[in-house]
């Protein structure tokens, strides 16, 4: 899912899996112009901690490792996975843990070319198997079908070329997933490979890398963009980037899985694909800078629509969730609609939009949020199919604790009328399904604050209060505590 990202062993240190590196947080990788005024930020900051500060890089190296311990006590639920369905979250206490260790390495191979490559380890015990949680899912490392034996994968493979059109000059400052190097304002960019769409699209506040940040699953992309990917978050494809000074446009054209929420790849790319679109605007307010941004999405995939897994089982109660004769979420209602009758070639669309703003060098704010068009399943990502999120981050230089991090944001969920009825019926989707439904936004606060023990050494303790888990308002509310241990080198 996205990231998307997992685990690694137990109580020990494991090596992640995205964004994360020596410099500190995702935040350090913003291109800097020298046109633009020098001010204090959340990104650089954390930046001017780190030991490689190359300007022109041939090759680099960094790593990174993760663990994250999460606990849930017991809620309250009438019922669990009703008549036989299977997509409750369990009401009783519950540990989950992920552990990721990640190697990122990339080497210069002629002018303006660039190649990478990233393998992973990864280890993971989720809550009630990933299941019973619309947007709110609790660690955004969480990926679905992951083990807790330790899984070595390469998560990217990929090239990227950089050609000038003048402006500016640009420092691109030295991090995973860049080579420091000098570039101008005005430039275009093609990158053609294995990715997270997440590498270019739709990037977490200030750019943050989640390792150091929010650990709900909402604050790393629009919950409602479906975007497409394998079960761990990953695609194959293209993408294409206009930068034109304080402007920045993208078009990316990315892989689905074959199945829903599945591992295996469908190549076909003219048949099946994923397109996103985003525009992008950097700007100054009284001196603080931000950035706005529109995004929309278009999938061609092999997937159900809520209506027709309705109007089949009402045609013919025989086609239910126990009979399906393809891929399916295994349900044992059988008095229950079930989407595996409904697949075929189908357009999923979705359009959001995201801000963030610098209220002082040290302190800014953000919103986003996205709708999708609520008729189909879900495809790669979660289950929302309208979400918005917003939020405050805060680094430790305000209260004179120059490496810590500290943020409270807040995410809101909601599903469409049939995707409703789908599931009030007894149907199961990808992630949620109780059987039965009282329909309610879900929503959940996230709260942390991360301690830099030492130069790339951080510990976080984190606390999530989810309401109406899967959008259903018999259940819950469900409290989450978490802590983190994360390191970079």
């Known amino acids: 899912?996205?990231?998307?990202?997992?685990?690694?062993?137990?109580?020990?240190?494991?090596?992640?899996?995205?964004?994360?590196?020596?410099?500190?947080?995702?935040?350090?990788?913003?291109?800097?112009?020298?046109?633009?005024?020098?001010?204090?930020?959340?990104?650089?900051?954390?930046?001017?901690?780190?030991?490689?500060?190359?300007?022109?890089?041939?090759?680099?190296?960094?790593?990174?490792?993760?663990?994250?311990?999460?606990?849930?006590?017991?809620?309250?639920?009438?019922?669990?996975?009703?008549?036989?369905?299977?997509?409750?979250?369990?009401?009783?206490?519950?540990?989950?843990?992920?552990?990721?260790?990640t190697l990122y390495l990339g080497v210069r191979l002629w002018k303006g070319a660039e190649a990478y490559l990233v393998p992973e380890l990864i280890s993971e015990r989720p809550l009630s198997a990933l299941k019973g949680l619309g947007g709110a899912i609790q660690n955004f490392e969480l990926q679905k079908g992951g083990a807790e034996l330790p899984q070595v994968y390469r998560s990217r493979v990929f090239l990227k070329q950089t050609?000038?059109?003048?402006?500016?000059?640009?420092?691109k400052e030295s991090g995973p997933l860049q080579l420091g190097s000098m570039t101008s304002s005005r430039r275009l960019v093609l990158i053609a490979g294995n990715f997270s769409i997440l590498d270019f699209f739709d990037k977490p506040a200030f750019e943050v890398d989640p390792r150091q940040g929010f650990l709900n699953l909402g604050f790393l992309t629009s919950a409602a963009y479906d975007f497409a990917s394998d079960a761990r978050g990953y695609s194959w494809g293209g993408v294409a980037e206009l930068y034109w000074d304080n402007w920045a446009v993208r078009f990316g054209r990315i892989t689905p899985p074959k199945n829903p929420n599945q591992l295996p790849i469908d190549f076909r790319l003219g048949k099946y694909y994923g397109d996103q679109m985003e525009l992008e605007h950097r700007h100054?307010?009284?001196?603080?800078?931000?950035?706005?941004?529109?995004?929309?999405?278009?999938?061609?995939?092999?997937?159900?629509r809520f209506s027709d897994a309705i109007a089949a089982f009402l045609a013919d109660p025989r086609k239910n969730a126990t009979t399906c004769p393809g891929?399916?979420?295994?349900?044992?209602?059988?008095?229950?609609?079930?989407?595996?009758?409904?697949?075929?070639?189908?357009?999923?669309?979705?359009?959001?939009?995201?801000?963030?703003?610098?209220?002082?060098?040290?302190?800014?704010?953000?919103?986003?949020?996205?709708?999708?068009?609520?008729?189909s399943e879900v495809d790669a990502y979660t289950t929302t199919d309208y979400s918005a999120g917003f939020g405050a981050l805060a680094h430790g230089s305000r209260w004179g604790r120059s490496g810590d991090l500290?943020?409270?944001?807040?995410?809101?969920?909601?599903?469409?009328?049939?995707?409703?009825?789908?599931?009030?019926?007894?149907?199961v989707d990808g992630f949620i399904g109780d059987g039965k439904l009282r329909q309610g936004m879900?929503?959940?606060?996230?709260?942390?604050?991360?301690?830099?023990?030492?130069?790339?050494?951080?510990?976080?303790?984190?606390?999530?209060?989810?309401?109406?888990?899967?959008?259903?308002?018999?259940?819950g509310p469900v409290h989450v505590f978490g802590l983190r241990l994360h390191g970079e080198y």
């Not at 100054?284 to 159900?304: D, H, W």
């Open 163 to 171: 050609i000038s059109l003048g402006g500016d000059e640009v420092t």
């Open 406 to 427: 500290a943020g409270a944001g807040m995410n809101l969920g909601w599903i469409s009328a049939s995707h409703a009825k789908y599931l009030s019926l007894g149907g």
């Open 327 to 375: 891929f399916s979420y295994d349900s044992g209602n059988a008095g229950a609609p079930d989407l595996c009758w409904a697949r075929k070639s189908n357009v999923k669309t979705g359009i959001g939009g995201f801000a963030q703003q610098y209220l002082t060098g040290d302190i800014g704010v953000f919103v986003r949020g996205m709708a999708s068009d609520g008729q």
């Open 1 to 101: 899912m996205l990231l998307k990202h997992k685990a690694l062993l137990r109580p020990c240190i494991l090596l992640g899996a995205s964004l994360c590196f020596l410099t500190g947080p995702l935040w350090a990788q913003q291109d800097t112009a020298a046109a633009e005024p020098e001010q204090p930020t959340l990104m650089n900051q954390l930046a001017t901690r780190g030991l490689h500060d190359v300007k022109n890089e041939r090759w680099n190296a960094y790593g990174q490792f993760t663990y994250i311990s999460s606990w849930k006590p017991g809620f309250q639920a009438p019922y669990t996975n009703f008549n036989g369905s299977t997509n409750s979250l369990l009401p009783n206490a519950e540990r989950s843990f992920t552990g990721t260790a």
């Open 284 to 304: 100054t307010l009284r001196g603080k800078a931000g950035i706005v941004r529109v995004l929309g999405y278009r999938n061609r995939e092999n997937i159900g």
């Open 442 to 475: 879900e929503r959940a606060v996230d709260v942390f604050y991360s301690v830099n023990l030492h130069r790339g050494l951080w510990l976080s303790g984190d606390y999530q209060h989810v309401v109406n888990p899967a959008f259903n308002a018999d259940r």
